[in-house]
Nanobody
């Protein structure tokens, strides 16, 4: 079992920055990929980005590439989503996920509770 807890969400002005954190606990040795997803009201959940936990390689959705950066802190079993140049369309609930497979997009087994990010214009 793996538990994920997101934090760092809030209200920010367009053009500003936020850093989200996702702390993992439990059977963290089983984690291979960690990803960030988001869901806006009335819209489907979408992939934001992911990181291979072992080698720290990353992949991002085109909508956030160049603005968002995923990093990790192995000592804290924590992954971060640094969000810069935020836009109103980035407003959503952001979820952290962990998986035991190799895909960045599917096969996630564990999910956090989500953290709200609101970007004002």
């Amino acid at each position: 079992q793996v538990q994920l807890v997101e934090s760092g969400g809030g209200l920010v002005q367009a053009g500003g920055s936020l850093r989200l954190s996702c702390a993992a606990s439990g059977r963290t040795f089983s984690i291979y990929v960690m990803g960030w997803f988001r869901q806006a009201p009335g819209k489907d959940r979408e992939f934001v980005g992911g990181i291979n936990w072992s080698v720290s390689s990353t992949h991002y959705a085109d909508s956030v590439k160049g603005r968002f950066t995923i990093s990790r802190d192995n000592a804290k079993n924590t992954v971060y989503l640094q969000m810069n140049s935020l836009k109103p369309e980035d407003t959503a609930v952001y979820y952290c996920a962990a998986g035991r497979g190799t895909s960045y997009y599917v096969g996630y087994d564990y999910w956090g509770h989500g953290t709200q990010v609101t970007v004002s214009s």
